[in-house]
């Protein structure tokens, strides 16, 4: 009788020793370096529990609205850099215009000399133009024959053909101290009704009574190289902003900021 239980006690731990060879065999313990434990068995069936702190879903990306907000200020520093950017075009542009009206003056003057022929220049708000003059040398040996001397625009084929400001820009001339009202191309033929019923086919002169003064400069570029002096303002429109231009006699030039 007592051989028989302690049989089955010692069979009863034997399969207890076996059930906890076979589970230590399935999942073990490994003790890493920071004396941590890890399991390396199988997993439960459980669920993990989730980490709903503040800093666990960082790694996980942005949000709608992070990204909205980065959007919304790469915005307005583009907003910025673009008006910037403009402004200083623009000053650019008016700095490249300077050049450009010192440069076109001397290559009349250079044309003036080589000529030997007078070259007159005529301001508008937004651009310039050049004449030159062509003596009649008949009015010298022919008495009968009217003067037939005047001044004749440089076309657009020319190095000195009219030029227009770019929008924006206009000028303002001051000869002798005192302001010029510029104009706009007044060339063009006046619209009056009363015009077709005081015109004369016979005398075409009367009917355009300053047709040979309309090519008349406002300033002088002589043969000699000399050139009447004058300073013209070249600003932006509804601005006092922009830049003094002074030629003097010789053709040399000052050029100086103009401040609102």
């Known amino acids: 009788m007592s051989i028989s239980i302690r049989a089955t006690r010692a069979s009863s731990m034997s399969t207890r020793s076996v059930a906890t060879d076979n589970k230590a065999a399935k999942g073990w313990m490994v003790i890493s370096a ?5 399991s390396r068995g199988p997993k439960s069936g459980r669920p993990e529990p989730r980490d709903f702190s503040p800093g666990a879903h960082r790694g996980a990306g942005f949000t709608l609205l992070e990204v909205l907000v980065v959007v919304f200020i790469i915005g307005i520093l583009a907003t910025m850099f673009t008006l910037s950017v403009g402004l200083i075009g623009g000053d650019r542009r008016l700095d490249t215009e300077v050049d450009r009206l010192i440069a076109v003056i001397d ?3 250079e044309e003036s000399v080589l000529q030997g022929r007078e070259i007159g220049m005529r301001f508008f708000p937004d651009g310039y133009e050049f004449a030159a003059y062509y003596e009649d040398f008949n009015d010298y040996y022919d008495e009968d024959t009217a003067d037939q001397s005047e001044w004749t625009l440089l076309m657009k084929s020319t190095l000195l053909g009219p030029r227009l400001l770019p929008e924006g820009l206009r000028f303002e ?4 101290g005192r302001e010029v009202v510029l ?4 060339r063009e033929p006046s619209v009056d009704s009363n015009a077709a019923v005081d015109s004369d086919p016979q005398d075409p002169d009367k009917n355009d009574p300053g047709e040979e003064d309309r090519y008349r400069p406002q300033i002088m570029i002589f043969s000699s190289g000399d050139i009447s002096p004058f300073i ?3 600003r932006r429109e509804f ?3 922009g830049k003094f231009i002074q030629f003097n006699v010789d053709g040399s030039t000052e050029v100086t900021e103009a401040f609102p």
Do not use: C, M, W
């Open 173 to 176: 001339l001051e000869i002798d």
């Open 239 to 241: 601005e006092n902003r």
């Open 183 to 186: 104009k706009r191309d007044d």
């Open 232 to 234: 013209v303002q070249l």
């Open 107 to 109: 290559l009349a003057r």
């Open 34 to 38: 920071t004396g941590r434990s890890t």
